[in-house]
């Protein structure tokens, strides 16, 4: 008989995560059948999506409570009907605040449960292992050091490696990236993601300009490539860059670049070739800097937080900051400072600027980045959908 998954997925890395999985589900058992809530790339592998992903994304925790009526609905409506019609398993990807509470429903009913992206309890809410404990029957997890900890707390558990490892090369091709987007190959070019979300544009983007007009001082014949989401994300930017004008700044859509051949870069995420393309990369924290890393990618991490986010973050976990002394991925990763992280006060034009300028110009600064990089790659690199598959399955066939 074959085996029926419920899939969610809340965002847009997780339906890229998940996509992947239901692509190894299907080469392991073809007949398998997957419903539930993701995005194009889920739907594109074969899920049957009751309700969009969008239903879920939000941007913090203001956005998550005007949505809440939403939310909810789409939360009972699932519930109920893999209530009343038992899947074989359930697999949350991500979203936590959503899966787990689902996930411990379906537990509870006899459904076994798999979560796929472990919550950065290492850093936040430790205390939130005790609810995932009671909730997941197996947990997959991305980075080699959360596996210990899950043994540690009795939790089943498998460590797939990262999917973005087994897609991005190990070798990036600058040439070929700065060709299918029609950029100059001889010029510098650095790389400024301010983040995907609105609050992060309104509150990264005035300091990332103005970094970028002292190093465009420094260096008149800089390029900078910005790439964006959406339209409404672009919008915002080009607001923004009307207050601190740039020379040579370009922005990418996903629609830029050579509208022939490299079918591959045509359906990557624009960020990754733009990455590609530049030489060093000043991003916004986030899984764009795990995307630097594996791009092997010179990088300087910021992130700035309203006086008000940083009081709900505060409130909502006990902490004033993480437990452990990065935030940046690639520094966690590597359990050092490979590359600078300026947050919050230290977020400064100047410092952000001078830190950059480093990442551009220290040819031997960016050698040995790339190599600590390198070797965090191959950390990562395991056959993730076979992985997460076999055990998905096998958690299947205790349903």
């Known amino acids: ?19 992947r999985v239901i692509q190894g589900i299907r080469r392991q058992a073809q007949q398998a059948g997957c419903e539930g809530i993701g995005g194009p790339a889920m739907k594109r592998a074969g899920l049957d999506a009751w309700h969009p992903m969008d239903a879920l994304t939000v941007f913090g925790y203001v956005d998550a409570f ?40 379906l537990k509870q009913a006899g459904v076994p449960t798999v979560h796929f992206v472990g919550p950065s309890i290492w850093a936040w809410r430790y205390e939130r292992i005790h609810k995932i404990r009671a909730a997941v029957s197996h947990m997959l997890v991305l980075f080699p050091f959360e596996e210990a900890i899950y043994q540690k707390e009795g939790v089943p558990v498998t460590y797939v490696g990262h999917p973005l490892a087994g897609v991005i090369p190990m070798q990036p091709d600058k040439v070929a990236a700065r060709r299918y987007l029609g950029l100059d190959e001889s010029v510098r070019m650095l790389a400024i993601l301010p983040g995907s979300r609105s609050s992060e544009i309104n509150l990264l983007a005035p300091r990332f300009l103005q970094a970028a007009q002292i190093l465009s001082h420094q260096d ?21 860059l009307r207050r601190f004008p740039l020379r040579h700044c370009r922005i990418i859509d996903q629609d830029s670049g050579a509208q022939e051949g490299d079918s591959e870069r045509r359906q990557r995420p624009q960020a990754w070739n733009v990455m590609e393309a530049a030489d060093a990369v000043l991003a916004a924290s986030g899984t764009a800097t795990l995307e630097a890393c594996l791009f ?22 006990g902490q004033a900051r993480p437990s452990v002394p990065w935030v940046g991925l690639p520094n966690v990763l590597a359990q050092d400072f490979v590359v600078p992280e300026l947050l919050q006060e230290d977020a400064t034009p100047d410092a952000l600027a001078q830190a950059s300028w480093t990442a551009l110009s220290d040819k031997a600064y960016a050698d040995q980045v790339g190599e600590r990089f390198r070797l965090i790659h191959e950390s990562l690199l395991r056959d993730t959908p076979a992985l997460a598959a076999q055990a998905i399955l096998e958690q299947a066939g205790r349903g």
């Open 1 to 19: 008989m074959s085996p029926r998954i419920g899939m969610v997925a809340g965002e847009p890395s997780g339906d890229m995560l998940a996509a």
């Open 66 to 105: 005007k949505r809440l009526p939403g939310l909810l609905t789409t939360y009972f409506d699932v519930k109920k009907r893999w209530m009343r019609d038992k899947p074989d398993v359930f697999v949350g990807i991500d979203a936590p605040d959503f899966n787990l509470r689902l996930e411990h429903q």
């Open 220 to 240: 008149p014949d800089l390029h900078f490539l910005v790439p964006m989401v959406n339209a409404r994300r672009r919008a915002e930017f080009e607001d923004i």
């Open 296 to 317: 092997k990618k010179p990088l300087v991490i910021s992130y700035v937080l309203s006086p008000t986010m940083r009081r709900i973050m505060a409130w909502k976990s």
